[in-house]
């Protein structure tokens, strides 16, 4: 049984702009009732999610956020191999990337991908790709991953490098944006496996939405849900009873609900918290994405 009392599932986005229907949260509670979009409707803007986090958060939540947390180090043994200045772990990463976007509105992060010491190690629009996006030795043009990632693959999901900032399917403006907001969250709230996860009290886990849907029956290639008979069937699969509602949804919506009651299905499990492949060492620079086994 988990000892988690709320589930806070986090659609994210790492869109240029203020306000943006690509990200949802939604919660649900120990009590198995339907999980439920936080606001509703609302266009949440990500320092507006930040303060939630900070300020709004009910007791003892396990927060689930759709992103990366961290970038790749294991493989090339920094996260940006050859530079002097290279993070020696992920909290340090979090604080460079606000530190270098200070200025950019809305928790942006394009003034770290254009910076001149670190543009040259991402995939970015108008074909620029940086002379070190590839690990020394690389022949594939997918990138970097992180070790968790390739437990992600394993699982049958398709992740995408975050250091690929090209495409629908791409990540990394949201993980680096992400990045910004756990900074400013500071310590207060733990992120696990980058913090040991405490006896009480709430945590952040990175997740990926498609290793809920992929538990509630659904391949990688259905993974989005656009309506609420696909939705309800999913969470119907985790045990869980579906909101209210007829007819189409969107997907970032959908997302968050199902994930939100994936999170108060399998949290109680002590598996999730013991990856077989994880490390101190890649808990303190890459992290994990909760769920990848």
Same mark, same amino acid.
């Given at each position: 049984?988990?000892?988690?009392?709320?589930?806070?599932?986090?659609?994210?986005?790492?869109?240029?702009?203020?306000?943006? !229907?690509?990200?949802?949260?939604?919660?649900?509670?120990?009590?198995?009732?339907?999980?439920?979009?936080?606001?509703?409707?609302?266009?949440?803007?990500?320092?507006?999610?930040?303060?939630?986090?900070?300020?709004?958060?009910?007791?003892?939540?396990?927060?689930?956020?759709?992103?990366?947390?961290? &970038?790749?180090?294991?493989?090339?043994?920094?996260?940006?191999?050859?530079?002097?200045?290279?993070?020696?772990?992920?909290?340090?990463?979090?604080?460079?990337?606000?530190?270098?976007? =200070?200025?950019?509105?809305?928790? /942006?992060? /394009?003034?770290?991908?254009?910076?001149?010491?670190?543009?040259?190690?991402?995939?970015?629009?108008? /074909?620029?790709?940086?002379?070190?996006?590839?690990?020394?030795?690389?022949?594939?043009?997918?990138?970097?991953?992180?070790?968790?990632?390739?437990?992600?693959?394993?699982?049958?999901?398709?992740?995408?490098?975050?250091?690929?900032?090209?495409?629908?399917?791409?990540?990394?403006?949201?993980?680096?944006?992400?990045?910004?907001?756990?900074?400013?969250?500071?310590? =207060?709230?733990?992120?696990?496996?980058?913090?040991?996860?405490?006896?009480?009290?709430?945590?952040?886990?990175?997740?990926?939405?498609?290793?809920?849907?992929?538990?509630?029956?659904?391949?990688? !290639?259905?993974?989005?849900?656009?309506?609420?008979?696909?939705?309800?069937?999913?969470?119907?699969?985790?045990?869980?009873?579906?909101?209210?509602?007829?007819?189409?949804?969107?997907?970032?919506?959908?997302?968050?609900?199902?994930?939100? =009651?994936? &999170?108060?299905?399998?949290?109680?499990?002590?598996?999730?918290?013991?990856?077989?492949?994880?490390?101190? =060492?890649?808990?303190?620079?890459?992290?994990?994405?909760?769920?990848?086994?």
């Amino acid at each position: 049984m988990s000892r988690f009392r709320h589930f806070l599932a986090i659609d994210w986005s790492g869109a240029a702009g203020e306000r943006h !229907a690509g990200i949802a949260l939604a919660l649900a509670d120990a009590q198995r009732g339907a999980p439920v979009l936080v606001d509703r409707g609302r266009r949440w803007s990500r320092p507006e999610v930040l303060a939630f986090l900070a300020e709004g958060l009910p007791a003892d939540t396990l927060v689930g956020l759709d992103l990366g947390i961290s &970038l790749p180090f294991a493989d090339c043994g920094a996260f940006f191999p050859g530079l002097a200045e290279s993070p020696a772990d992920a909290r340090a990463l979090w604080a460079l990337v606000d530190r270098v976007s =200070a200025r950019d509105p809305h928790l /942006g992060a /394009g003034s770290f991908v254009d910076h001149p010491a670190f543009a040259p190690y991402f995939r970015r629009h108008g /074909g620029r790709e940086g002379a070190r996006f590839r690990c020394d030795g690389a022949t594939h043009g997918k990138g970097r991953f992180r070790v968790t990632e390739s437990a992600q693959a394993a699982m049958g999901c398709k992740p995408y490098s975050n250091f690929n900032l090209v495409g629908a399917a791409q990540v990394g403006k949201a993980s680096l944006t992400g990045m910004r907001l756990l900074h400013r969250l500071g310590p =207060a709230l733990p992120v696990w496996p980058i913090d040991p996860l405490p006896p009480t009290g709430s945590v952040v886990v990175e997740i990926y939405t498609s290793l809920a849907a992929l538990e509630a029956g659904r391949s990688a !290639a259905r993974a989005k849900m656009r309506s609420h008979a696909a939705l309800g069937e999913a969470l119907g699969a985790l045990g869980s009873p579906a909101p209210r509602g007829t007819g189409a949804i969107d997907d970032h919506a959908s997302d968050a609900l199902l994930a939100a =009651a994936w &999170l108060r299905k399998v949290a109680g499990d002590p598996e999730r918290w013991r990856p077989r492949a994880l490390t101190p =060492a890649l808990a303190r620079t890459e992290g994990w994405t909760f769920g990848a086994l």
